[in-house]
């Protein structure tokens, strides 16, 4: 995804090291920072991965089957290692929940991380000459409201049509908490070939315990330089929001990762995003009571002490 807010690229120098066990934040290595995770996994891919070719054609370093786990309990996991595009996180995730494939409605509050999959040259080369620009075929807000439905256009109403998968997670979360069925998809099979571009965080399950709410998501496909970041943050909000619609508290999101893979042009600027120590996560404030999933609006969000480091530009493949 590209979604760095500016073209700022630079290189980096250790700000402090870890001495006798102990992080420059205060925490040690038996506490270690859930941004560690994230870091060491990047370092391991460089290291180890195996070097495959893709279907961007850039090449990537890439290992198989690995998990990170983020407490969500008293922080909200936005990367303090480089400035995340918070204002994008949240309006993708808006533009999910309400059910649109629509990208130009994205550009329209600035925000182009879809722009790539979306253009004119894109969708043609792709095999879709038909479709207006912008228009991304059933991708993941139409499987997560309309699953199983007729896609048409992304300018159809689909009212009443499909499963609204959304919907019924949340019912059964209300409804019956320790229900091991509690999963929405992004992967519809039948409608992977109409679609700009098949969905990389394709599956998610919610789990209550203890009046805690927990959820872990599996990624098919993981770009650790541009989307991990993006999608631990954007998942982190769906459950804080899924939470309080439910009265739940907030418990873990676990980020379970498939083909996890670092760009080859994204080496040089991870090394330089890996020497970086990680600063305490901020918090995440719900600025009043909102009922109903669908009634969310950007401004009821409050990132609160997001002290990260500068932006580390990356080039998106596509």
């Known amino acids: 995804m590209q979604h760095e807010s500016n073209n700022v690229s630079e290189s980096t120098t250790i700000c402090s090291e870890k001495l006798n066990g102990q992080h420059n934040n205060g925490t040690s290595e038996e506490d270690e920072h859930d941004e560690e995770q994230y870091l060491n996994l990047i370092r391991k891919i460089i290291k180890k991965g195996v070097t495959r070719d893709d279907r961007t054609g850039v090449g990537t370093k890439s290992i198989f089957g690995t998990q990170m786990r983020f407490n969500l309990r008293d922080q909200f996991p936005l990367l303090t290692t480089k400035r995340v595009f918070w204002r994008a996180v949240a309006e993708e995730l808006l533009w999910f929940i309400q059910g649109s494939t629509d ?155 498939g083909d996890a893979h670092v760009y080859l042009n994204h080496i040089e600027p991870l090394k330089a995003q890996i020497e970086r120590v990680p600063r305490p996560f901020p918090q995440l404030k719900i600025k009043r009571q909102v009922e109903n999933i669908d009634d969310f609006k950007f401004e009821d969000f409050e990132i609160i002490g997001y002290d990260p480091y500068p932006t580390i530009k990356m080039e998106m493949a596509v």
């Open 103 to 257: 990208a130009k409605l994205l550009q329209e509050k600035n925000i182009r991380i879809w722009d790539g999959n979306s253009t004119r040259e894109f969708l043609d080369a792709s095999g879709f000459p038909h479709r207006q620009v912008g228009d991304l075929g059933p991708v993941y807000g139409f499987q997560w409201r309309h699953f199983g439905a007729e896609y048409g256009t992304c300018n159809d109403d689909y009212t009443g049509k499909g499963i609204d998968q959304l919907k019924e997670v949340i019912e059964r979360i209300k409804r019956n908490p320790t229900d091991r069925r509690i999963i929405m998809t992004a992967w519809n099979p039948i409608q992977i070939p109409d679609m700009a571009l098949p969905p990389c965080h394709c599956l998610v399950q919610f789990y209550v315990a203890d009046g805690e709410l927990s959820c872990q998501l599996y990624q098919r496909s993981a770009d650790m330089g541009l989307g991990v970041p993006f999608n631990i943050a954007s998942y982190a909000l769906l459950t804080y929001m899924i939470a309080h619609v439910t009265n739940l508290k907030i418990g873990d999101f676990i980020h379970t990762l």
